[in-house]
Antibody, heavy 119, light 111 residues
Framework: QITLKESGPTLVKPTQTLTLTCTFS??????????VGWIRQPPGKALEWLAV???????RYSPSLNNRLTITKDTSKNQVVLTMTNMDPVDTATYYC???????????WGQGTLVTVSS | NFMLTQPLSVSESPGKTVTISCTRS????????VQWYQQRPASAPTTVIY?????PSGVPDRFAGSIDYSSNSASLTVSGLRTEDEADYYC??????????FGGGTKLTVL
């Protein structure tokens, strides 16, 4: 059974750096083709893809947020970490991590975590 | 890169059939797989269609995905509409660098 769970602060101040952790089970990020990505959703708005990291260490970022994002993986801990710098109230959103299996193109989603940016 | 454009909303009556489109801005729609996700209020998205037209186990066959080459779009068709189908639906694909792309979402209302 594949599970993913996001964790991190629920409240951050403007200009601070957000660090979110995705802890997963049921698959290995060392298996060929596998990826774990981050997607966010501001309240009442659409999904927005942020970043993805693949089994071989390849990383891709949203062009609009590229200079603020860093994604890393710890295969031994079954974790993927996303950092986003210079947080702003417009970054208030539910942040999801999602798993792309290697064998087929689909996504398995975590439950999401709401992050509010406010002073 | 490319964009995926969806209608903001669609509505239909219970028992009827509705189709949601997802148009790719540039590049061929069939060059990369398209997925569809259902998101009910206050819930995480779940996959209803993957790889253009494949249904995950547990998704009823009332949900079908297709590709229309003439309009460069993918479509999600839901037949025999039920009130439980009322949700937001998002299409998603990826580019040559394996970056992910999401459509803007469509709100399905079952009247």
């Amino acid at each position: 059974q594949i599970t993913l769970k996001e964790s991190g602060p629920t409240l951050v101040k403007p200009t601070q750096t957000l660090t979110l952790t995705c802890t997963f089970s049921g698959f290995s990020l060392s298996t060929g083709g596998v990826g774990v990505g981050w997607i966010r959703q501001p309240p009442g708005k659409a999904l927005e893809w942020l970043a993805v990291i693949y089994w071989d260490g390849d990383k891709r970022y949203s062009p609009s947020l590229n200079n603020r994002l860093t994604i890393t993986k710890d295969t031994s801990k079954n974790q993927v970490v996303l950092t986003m710098t210079n947080m702003d109230p417009v970054d208030t959103a539910t942040y999801y991590c999602a798993h792309r299996p290697g064998r087929k193109w689909t996504l398995f989603w975590g439950q999401g975590t709401l992050v509010t940016v406010s002073s | 890169n490319f964009m995926l454009t969806q209608p903001l909303s669609v509505s239909e009556s219970p028992g009827k059939t509705v189709t949601i489109s997802c148009t790719r801005s540039n590049g061929r729609i069939d060059s990369k797989f398209v997925q569809w996700y259902q998101q009910r209020p206050a819930s995480a998205p779940t996959t209803v269609i993957y790889e253009d037209n494949q249904r995950p186990s547990g998704v009823p066959d009332r949900f079908a995905g297709s590709i229309d080459y003439s309009s460069n779009s993918a479509s999600l068709t839901v037949s025999g509409l039920r009130t439980e189908d009322e949700a937001d639906y998002y299409c998603q694909s990826y580019d040559n660098t394996n970056s992910w792309v999401f459509g803007g979402g469509t709100k399905l209302t079952v009247l």
